[in-house]
């Protein structure tokens, strides 16, 4: 394994420690590389700047001072290369300087349901270096930057600070804020989009999935209204929107609803009986169990008897 694999592969695992139970893989835009999709959320920090680049300093592992300039969409101006997301360069040789990160092969990991599920996200954004020539060890390709974003509603305007590098060719941004380009969502009209830092407002964005069922979402076995019979004063309910199934999952004592997303199987699961909606926004917050395998049987016995009706 190379020294770039095992350099990045370290990244990876610590992110994935950190964010264990939340972070999924999000699909970064095309045609934007300052955005990025999960499931019916958009992450943008587009405007997380007036400008692009922006400036930060920081010490390197050697303890000496640099520079580093950040594009989200690359083209920082101080390194060569277009693709270049950060470019380092030390204070006292402005000469030298060093692509510590790209563009194109940037990877987003956050919570996938974004803002309908949580509020005060975090979220990582890494840029690897462009693998070069492994028989070639120059110093290049194999230095990475990892932006780690924390929402928080006490500070008012992004916070951004270099935290320096750590075992040579490996950097860290944390960037803090209220509005940060979080998924945010308006819980009365359910219209969604992002917060946009410049403005503090929620802008509504083209999202992948941009209509769909609600689904009451809540676990009865912390909320006893999410048992049957089911109460929504007491459940818990967090609705989720933009759904194409809803489900009612019913386990020995107690019932969770959820939302089914794009796809959802009724039957046994486990130790647990799946109910499939799709009929009407919160169907999964009923008492009463009618699914596809019900319809199916139904409609099986009523040709039966018919069939038998018409052979007298």
Known sequence: MSQTS???SCVLISIFLTNLCWASLLLVDRKNPCR???????????NLVKTWPVTLKGTGFDGREYIYWWSCAG???QCEDTDTAICQQRIDEPVLRFNAGNVSPQLWFG???GAVVQNNLTWDIIYPNLQSDPS????????????????DPNIEKPLLTMNGENKYTEYSITV??????????????FIQGYCDPQTGQIVPAL???????ICVSCDGST?????????PSTSGDLPVPYNTYCAKVVYSTYVERIAGGRSCTSGHSGDSIVYCCSNKDYCNGTTRHISSITITLTLVTFLMILKGIMLF
């Open 111 to 113: 919570l996938f349901n």
């Open 176 to 189: 803090r804020g209220k509005c940060i380009g979080q998924p945010a969502i308006n819980r009365t009209s």
């Open 223 to 231: 909320n006893s209204g999410c048992n049957d019979p089911y109460n």
């Open 6 to 8: 095992i350099i990045l």
């Open 136 to 151: 070639l060890i120059d110093g290049t390709g194999i230095r990475v930057t990892v932006v780690h974003f924390i929402v």
């Open 207 to 213: 999202i992948p999935i941009t209509n769909g069922l």
């Open 36 to 46: 990025a999709y999960g499931n019916a959320s958009v992450y943008d920090i587009t």
């Open 75 to 77: 083209k920082t101006r």
